[in-house]
């Protein structure tokens, strides 16, 4: 029985590897950037197509510098000199009106 649940997984691998060689055959990004809209689609590659063009390629897109030293994350324990994002609200600017909108959604 683990035999066939191993070969359903190499299958399932195999079809999400041609899916992501479509994918890339279709709109020229890196693998790693296929297998995001893919895997955010559930590697429905139909999806994943219609998702990538609809979101306007990469321009919507934001990727973070990856930190200097590797894959290790370091943190400061320290004060940030940046202000820190805690929620939407943070990246909205302030609007003078906002507190008459708040009541009513209350």
Request: no cysteine.
């Amino acid at each position: 029985v683990e035999a066939d649940g191993s070969e359903k997984e190499q299958i399932k691998m195999a079809s999400q590897e041609e899916s992501v060689r479509e994918f890339v055959a279709v709109t020229g990004v890196e693998e790693e950037r296929a297998r995001f809209f893919l895997e955010s689609a559930g590697w429905n590659l139909q999806l994943a197509l219609g998702s990538f063009f609809e979101d306007g390629n990469d321009d919507d897109i934001i990727t973070l510098p990856q930190p200097e030293g590797g894959s290790s994350v370091t943190r400061s324990t320290g004060p940030s000199s940046q202000p820190r994002v805690t929620s939407f609200r943070d990246l909205m600017p302030e609007a003078e009106d906002d507190s008459d909108e708040e009541e009513g959604q209350r």
